[in-house]
């Protein structure tokens, strides 16, 4: 089993930055974030691998930026440039032993 705290969010004026954080309760390999807006679907953000290979939505490349420190079990999601648009709650995900975990969520609000 594999607890994932998300921490982070809060309230940002358009132009703002946040950085986010998921920490994991163990060892885990590749890591997602993903958003949903309100009365929206949720949509796929970032992924990063193990040895920290990285992959984002096209609409937010050069905003945001994955990263991840093994030693402390954590993935960040430093998020620039913030706009109205990134209003949300966002998820970390992973797949550990034959299940997909998901973190609570943090919540972003970006004003403008």
Known sequence: QVQLVES??????AGGSLR??????RIINAVNWYRQAPGKQR???ASITRSESTSYADSLKGRFTISRDNAK????????NLKPDDTGVYYCNTYAVGNNYWGQGTRVTVSS
């Not at 986010?20 to 309760?25: G, I, N, R, V």
């Not at 079990?73 to 620039?80: A, E, P, R, S």
């Open 20 to 25: 986010l954080s998921c920490t994991a309760s």
């Open 43 to 45: 949509e796929w953000v």
């Open 8 to 13: 982070g969010g809060g309230l940002v004026q």
């Open 73 to 80: 079990n954590t993935v960040y999601l430093q998020m620039n």
